[in-house]
Each structure stands twice: as C-alpha cells, then as structure tokens.
C-alpha cells in the first residue's frame, strides 16, 4: 500500500518563505510521477507543480516555487519562495499507480494520480 505524507505547512507573512516534504512509502520511488497539488477554501483543487523526467509549474507560482525530489528518501520537496495570501490552501501530494515509463503522463491533471496525502495547511497572511 503507497502512503504520502505531507508535512511543512503553517503560517507566514507574505514574502516569506515555507519549505513543504511529501515523504513515500511503499513503493520504488524514483519511477513514478510526483505532483503537488493545493485547494483553498471554496475553490477546486489545483495543479501547483510535479516532478516527472522533468519539472512542471502553474504559471502563478513559475520563478517562485521549486519542486525537487530525493529517491534515496523518498521524499520529494516543494520549495515556496515570495509567498502571496492567494497561495493559501490546502497543499496534497500526489503520485499514480503506474510507472513514468509505462507511456503518456499528463502531470497536471489530478486524474492521472491514484494516491494523495491528507494535506497541510499553508496560510500566507497580508
């Protein structure tokens, strides 16, 4: 059974920074997507960020937010930099059953993964 579990998230003032963790287990890290994902209240979830062969970004946080993984750990790390209140959410990794070599992966649509984290809170205060 493959678990996430996020952990990072808290208050901070805007401009500030947070550092969030999404660690895995069981299962070989390295071969599989990872994806962030966040929702703020009364919204629908959002794509933020993933880790495949390559790194993908939602435009509002490119230049701002850094996605890295480390398959010795099994963890892999979203890095938010100049926060905005707007970056207020819930924030869940994501990962998906099948392997990145298995074919086509579109990173940024949810449905493409199969396990989620329970999320941690981000609160950007103005």
């Known amino acids: 059974q493959v678990q996430l579990v996020e952990s990072g998230g808290g208050l901070v003032q805007a401009g500030g920074s947070l550092r969030l963790s999404c660690t895995a287990s069981?299962?070989?890290?390295?071969?599989?997507?990872i994806g962030w994902f966040r929702q703020a209240p009364g919204k629908e979830r959002e794509f933020v960020a993933a880790?495949?062969?390559?790194?993908y970004y939602e435009d509002s946080v490119k230049g701002r937010f850094t996605i890295s993984r480390d398959n010795v750990k099994n963890t892999v790390y979203l890095q938010m930099n100049t926060l905005k209140p707007e970056d207020t959410a819930v924030y869940f990794c994501?990962?998906?059953?099948?392997?990145?070599?298995?074919?086509?992966?579109?990173?940024?649509?949810?449905?493409?993964?199969?396990?989620w984290g329970q999320g941690t809170q981000v609160t950007v205060s103005s």
């Open positions: 069981g299962r070989t890290f390295g071969d599989y997507a």
């Open positions: 994501a990962t998906p059953r099948r392997p990145l070599y298995s074919g086509q992966f579109d990173a940024s649509r949810g449905s493409e993964y199969d396990y």
């Open positions: 880790h495949t062969y390559r790194t």
